[in-house]
């Protein structure tokens, strides 16, 4: 048998039921907000919509066209050509290769004595004086007569008195004594008169010569211009038309020959499409100076073309292989392509302000 019922206490009843009551509205408050949490899952967030229409753009005028570029530089190329017979200091230079000498020039000075240019083979390697003879003293009677100094009849190769006359009319010219004797160091023989010439890259003001040095060298009559490009670069050169920007304006040009320069790399030498030389009449203006004769060349890859264009990708192209643009309404536009480069296409068959659709946005 149970035993008689205690009674609670009265403060104990009612602690229950507030908890009952806590606990049945925290039940509501849950359903409450998971009904509102599944609603906010199940439906899509809100988001304003603007009708942006087809995407379009406007047809414009440019120019499209694609180079590689090339640094040409330019070089006037010497050629060692005569030796000196002097010994001494040379104090003065007459000659910087800009202006083309001639027999009896003065090219420059050993110990303030005019030293000057003759044209032949033999070179100075003796003093020559009247009754002596051979091909050095031809050399000497011919020089005479290119500057004037003898005109009348002297036995050739044969230093008469009529030579040692004019030698001594030569002499007082140059501000020498006049004793008619011609030192071996006075002439320097060159294979080529007229020619535009340069001192020796070891001889200069200040420098000691001695005999048999080289001392002059030939300048080339027009410089070489050319392209250093690695051999993996040579058929990517040649693969298209040069345009060489020189100081007289731009010139078409063609590599006219390759050679391997002392760093393994190819030297591509240019020339006009007809051979001749590059630079034409304005050579001259091809600074002497290496550094100062550098301009910039182009290969085109893609001819430039001037007209409406719009960008590649409003560009597409049939199962027959024609190319077109769309219209904003829908509308296929032949276009005929007439070049593309930096995502342009210039194009014949839509008009500047035209508007056409990008690919991808048809509807």
């Given amino acids: 048998m149970r035993g008689p019922r205690r009674d609670r206490p009265r403060d104990a009843r009612e602690s229950v039921h507030a908890r009952r009551v806590l606990w049945g509205l925290a039940l509501v408050g849950a359903a409450g907000v998971g009904f509102v949490c599944a609603r906010a899952t199940l439906q899509p967030p809100a988001v304003d919509v603007v009708a942006s229409g087809d995407l379009t753009v406007t047809v414009v005028e440019a120019t499209v066209g694609r180079s590689v570029p090339y640094v040409v530089r330019g070089e006037w190329t010497q050629t060692p050509a005569g030796a000196g017979a002097s010994e001494g200091v ?8 800009a202006e083309a000498v001639i027999p009896g020039s003065v090219v420059y000075t050993v110990d303030l004595r005019p030293v000057v240019v003759g044209l032949g083979e033999v070179p100075s390697f003796r003093d020559l004086s009247q009754s002596m003879q051979g091909r050095d003293v031809s050399q000497v009677q011919a020089l005479l007569r290119e500057t004037g100094h003898l005109t009348a009849a ?6 008469d008195e009529v030579t040692a006359s004019a030698v001594r009319e030569w002499q007082r010219s140059l501000g020498v004594e006049a004793d008619g004797i ?8 060159l294979p080529s008169l007229p020619a535009r ?11 000691r010569v001695s005999v048999g040095q080289p001392v002059l060298d030939i300048v080339s009559d027009v410089p070489e211009l050319s392209i250093t490009v690695s051999l993996d670069e040579v058929e990517q050169v040649t693969s298209g038309p040069l ?14 020959s390759t050679r391997t320069n002392e760093s393994g790399d190819a030297l591509l030498v240019l020339a006009a499409p007809d051979g001749s030389a590059l630079c034409g009449d304005r050579c001259a203006d091809v600074p002497r100076d290496p550094a100062a004769a550098t301009y910039r060349a182009e290969r085109v890859v893609v001819p430039e073309a001037t007209g409406s264009a719009v960008p590649t990708s409003a560009v597409r192209t049939s199962g027959d292989g024609t190319t077109f643009v769309t219209t904003p309404a829908g509308e296929r536009r032949a276009v005929e392509v007439r070049a593309q480069g930096d995502g342009l296409t210039v194009v014949e ?10 690919i991808g946005s048809e509807p």
């Fill in 197 to 207: 010439i340069v001192l020796d890259d070891e001889v200069g003001v200040g420098s």
């Fill in 349 to 358: 068959g839509v008009d500047v302000g035209d508007e056409v659709r990008l």
């Fill in 154 to 159: 002297a036995g050739d190769g044969i230093f």
């Fill in 243 to 256: 345009t060489v920007a020189l100081d007289s304006g731009p010139v078409e040009a063609v590599v006219a």
């Fill in 182 to 189: 011609v030192r071996a160091g006075d002439v320097v023989y």
């Fill in 90 to 97: 040379v104090t003065t230079q007459h000659v910087d290769g």
